[in-house]
């Protein structure tokens, strides 16, 4: 059946503040999951250190000079410029960002690289989603086989590992009434009678002569009719 995908990766927002020392230790003091951009002040001396190291884009990772804006985010520092995704190295700027690990992504190569992606259409899953078989689907996606619509939230029976709504189910799979021809979908309890390989309603099993039900009673067959005892003797006189 169908489930609701819990995994989802979660936008993150970058907060830009250029407030100073305050906002800052109190971000710290809550370990929030947002980025400062400040500006040190004149005679400030904060022992600043490029998080990339040796892969400074200014080239000295110790440097801030006069001017130049850094970037905060828990721990650790960046220049403003050196605050860039790790695969594409834009710097994130004003843009979302996602930490994993200790590295950045922005949020394109975040979700190139590791967002929930559904079975059929190959794109990103950014909420909602269902799983069938262990394998993530968006809602819209996950389809009847048959008609195609949507199966989410929905009733749904599977076959030879594909899934079914249970009105195409029953016309494509499920016994049918030897009287009617309509399906027996088994879905609600629908009662109904076999006999060697017929099957029929319970409502379509009557006598072929006088139209009573033979639910519950004994009945003889004459080719393809099934009769009443009664009207079978009537029919040897
Ligand atoms: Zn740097
Ligand atoms: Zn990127
Ligand atoms: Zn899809
Ligand atoms: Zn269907
Ligand atoms: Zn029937
Ligand atoms: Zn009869």
Known sequence: MAGVLSD????????????????????????????????ELPGEKTGFKCSLGADCLLGDPAGLPLGTKKMEYKTRQWHEKCFCCCVCKVPIGTQSFIPREQEIYCAKCYEDKYATR?????????????????????????????????????????????????????????????????????????????????????DCFFCATCRTSLVGRGFITDQEDIICPECAKQKLI
Request: aromatic share 10%; with cysteine.
């Open 8 to 39: 989802q990766f979660k936008r993150m927002n970058l907060q830009t503040k250029t407030v100073g020392g305050d906002r800052i230790k109190k971000a710290k003091e809550r370990n929030e999951d947002v980025a400062i951009l400040s500006m």
């Open 118 to 202: 559904c079975i059929k259409c190959n794109k990103v899953i950014t909420s909602g989603g269902v799983t069938y078989k262990n394998e993530p689907w968006h809602r819209e996606c996950f389809t009847c086989t048959h008609c195609q619509k949507s199966l989410a939230g929905e009733r749904f029976t599977s076959r030879d590992e594909k899934p079914y709504c249970a009105d195409c189910f029953g016309e494509l799979f499920a016994k049918r009434c030897f009287a009617c021809n309509r399906p027996i979908t088994g879905i609600g309890g629908t009662k109904f009678i076999s006999f060697e390989d017929r099957h029929w309603h319970n």
